[in-house]
């Protein structure tokens, strides 16, 4: 009998080049093997405060497993437009629903553990929700509002505790005119 777990591996993700344009799709789990790069998402959520949340991914996840993250990311599905990925994940995720934003998108590629690569053009979608989550419990071990202060230096001395891509949104965030001190984002 398969797993959600590895039917998730076999899901079909989209192939792109730099600029974002579709190449075909491959399985989730071949792209993180050969680091063929693919389109992502991932989504900030802040409150009214302009605290972030953010997730720990849950251990049993095939990569990054414990490690905090963006309030969700994803890969959207062939046929599936990025925002509609967004949304789908962050229901998915942390059961939260709020109006998205797209805020911009970029390309990276590092290893992980276990062997396994990302190599990602993601594509970042910011929204404001001032509620408690429900998060899935396969998805998500905790969740966190974190001022910009604490985020900002806990990433800087305390880069291990995060899954790869996320101090690379983070500071893509910050570069495009959120202030430093203040991760309010209008949306």
Same mark, same amino acid.
């Given at each position: 009998m398969e797993t959600g777990a590895e039917s998730d591996l076999r899901e079909l993700v989209v192939l792109v080049d730099e600029s %974002? $344009? +579709? !190449? %075909? *799709?491959? *399985?989730? !789990? =071949? @792209? /993180? @093997?050969s680091g063929r790069l693919h389109r992502a998402v991932s989504v900030f959520v802040f409150d009214g405060e302009g605290r972030a949340l953010l997730q720990r991914r849950a251990a049993g996840k095939? /990569? =990054?497993?414990s490690l905090w993250s963006n309030t969700c990311c994803g890969h959207p599905r062939p046929g599936e437009p990025p925002v509609a990925a967004a949304y789908r994940r962050l229901r998915e995720e942390m059961g939260v629903r709020c109006p998205l934003a797209p805020a911009f998108s970029f390309v990276y590629h590092t290893a992980l553990e276990n062997g396994l690569i990302e190599h990602e053009h993601d594509e970042v979608f910011v929204g404001r929700f001032d509620g408690t989550p429900v998060p899935c419990p396969q998805e998500v071990e905790d969740w966190s509002w974190v001022t910009a202060d604490e985020l900002i230096e806990d990433v800087a001395v305390h880069p291990s505790r995060y899954s790869a891509w996320f101090p690379i949104a !983070? $500071? +893509?965030l910050l570069a495009r005119g959120v202030p430093e001190q203040d991760l309010r984002w209008a949306v």
């Open positions: %974002g $344009r +579709e !190449l %075909g *799709t491959a *399985t989730k !789990l =071949s @792209v /993180h @093997v095939y /990569h =990054s497993g !983070l $500071r +893509e």
